[in-house]
């Protein structure tokens, strides 16, 4: 019998809750702005969900567990690029003060771009820390990437392993805060991803959406 069988899976449906708003927030964003054709997000998508399913309807957790890491790695760097173009049309029509985009249109599109950074950024800190949420929760010897408060307090059980609410949490932060706040990178992966996140949350709200507010008050 295979190890994994024995192993606590950690349940999926937050995750496939997010990848459903996701796709949401790109259907909504203009198709100007999109950086991908309409049919790739989803069918990524449906590659995440799809291995996410298995694993509650099969024994052969291993090989679904492989498929749905290649998978959660392709959503996250296909979407994370989709947004950083999707920013950097918004920056020149900004620039050249294009009249295809009003202020409220502007401003709708910062919002959805914040909120998926967000949500795409909890998936990759999910992915990322001490190998995967079944490594986490079945304490695998792994290096954490993130210090939580539950470990740095030694309150740390096998019911109190990080979950996907907690990353989601992290990334939350690191988009309003800009920086650490309860829970402390320890790797230089994470300390990367936190910072592109902070990043693109900067330039989304400063930049985008004071831009937008700016031409809805004139």
């Known amino acids: 019998m295979s190890q994994l069988r024995k192993m606590h899976i950690e349940p999926r449906w937050p995750v496939v809750l997010t990848i ?3 796709l949401s927030l790109i259907a909504l964003l203009p198709n100007r702005v999109r950086a991908f054709p309409n049919w790739v997000p989803p069918l990524v998508a449906l590659a995440m969900i799809v291995p996410m399913t298995a694993l509650s309807l099969t024994t052969a957790q291993e090989r679904w567990l492989r498929i749905e890491k290649i998978a959660t790695t392709l959503f996250f760097v296909i ?8 920013l950097t049309e918004l ?12 202020g ?7 919002i959805a771009l914040w ?14 820390d001490r190998g995967g949420p079944e490594a986490r929760a079945n304490h695998m010897s792994r290096k954490p990437d993130w210090l939580f408060p539950q470990a740095g307090s030694g309150r740390e059980s096998e019911d109190s392993a990080p979950t996907f609410v ?3 949490f992290l990334s939350f ?3 309003t805060a800009f920086s650490p706040t309860a829970t402390l990178p320890l790797t230089t992966r994470a300390k990367l991803l936190m910072m592109l996140e902070s990043m693109v949350s900067l330039v989304t709200i400063v930049a985008v959406a004071a831009r937008a ?3 809805l008050g004139s």
């Open 20 to 22: 459903a708003i996701v």
């Open 79 to 86: 979407v994370g690029f989709g947004m950083a173009r999707i």
């Open 91 to 102: 920056l020149i029509k900004m620039v050249y003060r294009s009249g295809e985009i009003t």
């Open 104 to 110: 409220l249109r502007l401003l709708a599109s910062s």
């Open 115 to 128: 909120v998926e950074n967000v949500l795409v950024f909890s998936l990759g800190y999910w992915r990322t």
């Open 166 to 168: 907690d990353y989601l």
């Open 173 to 175: 932060c690191t988009a």
């Open 213 to 215: 507010i700016n031409i």
